[in-house]
């Protein structure tokens, strides 16, 4: 395993794609949440045996604890937590691949203690809705479109477009729905323990690396089979806090005609999967000069900072909660010739 300061984008067939760059970027001095990334190798072990390797839960416990320090939290404690992401990340992007899943800790207690603050009920229900959403679909299998169903129709009977107009009683009753639903189709229920979701996620990763659709890809690139995936777990950050948070996407320059500036989309008060998602209209990047022109200007900069490292238009995914802008991934993308 990798802490963030340990790697870069020499060790992408280790750390996969996105922990590469996310190590990159950290030792560049960019703002990047902490985390650490689980070796290819660690996969290849448990595609070839069916276990993780000898020790590897002891070495996530040993970077988790790192985590909860630096961050003076816990995962699973009940009054403010600590949240994780969880990504597979192969050397090569390979569709197919398990998804992030977002806000792993959160259970029906510690839920209670993050939306107690004040103005924070409706974030802490929409950020366990999330979860049990993701968890359910990419690592216990429930289709994701019976949970989509859930949302159309209680979005429907409150005539809302999207759930960001749901409030606290309608995404607890989106939450206790969506564990019925886990259990009446697994007949396993969703995991109250935080450790065990962590884990859980893991090796849903690994054993994404064997799924049809991936095999399908990597057949069609020529990709080895034997490579296995990174995993990449990061500490959460929040765009969905309020009307000073939001997350976007980015370029460097225009993809199309190599016009150098600020291109992209972003979504005030949301998380980074309802940019990606198309599930709610965005605003031109160049909208978040008037939002927040600080957290602009350091997007700017730290953008041309990346262009410079990699001599290349590069496509950047970052996140700003309560005015602190985060960057969660920087590729060199793609233009036309």
Known sequence: ????????????????????????????????????????????????????????????????????????????????????????????????????????????????????????????????????????????????????????????????????????CDLIRVVETFKDIILERTGRAFPQDPAEQLRQAILAAFRSRNGEQAGFRRHGEHIPDDRGTAVTVQSMVFGNFGADSGSGVAFSRDPTTGRPGLYGEYLPNAQGDDVVSGARTTLPLQELATLDPASFERLRSYMEQLEAHHHDLCDIEFTIERGTLWMLETRVGKHTT
């Open 1 to 168: 395993m990798y802490d963030f300061t340990e790697g870069g984008r020499g060790l992408a067939d280790l750390l996969g794609d996105k922990g590469a760059s996310l190590a990159e970027m950290a030792c560049m001095g960019l703002p990047v949440p902490p985390g650490f990334t689980i070796t290819a190798e660690a996969c290849r072990v448990f595609l070839a045996t069916g276990e993780p390797p000898e020790g590897m839960d002891h070495e996530i416990s040993k970077h988790l604890a790192a985590l909860e320090r630096a961050a003076g939290r816990r995962l699973g404690q009940v009054d403010n937590p600590l949240l994780l992401s969880v990504r597979a990340g192969a050397g090569r992007s390979t569709p197919g691949m398990m998804e992030t899943i977002l806000d792993i800790g959160l259970n029906d207690l510690s839920v209670l203690g993050l939306a107690k603050v004040p103005g924070r009920e409706r974030f802490g229900w929409d950020s366990y809705r999330r979860l049990v959403q993701m968890f359910g679909s990419t690592v216990m299998g429930v289709e994701s479109s019976v949970f989509e169903d859930v949302l159309r129709r209680i979005k429907g009977q409150h005539r809302v477009v999207n759930d960001s107009r749901l409030d606290a």
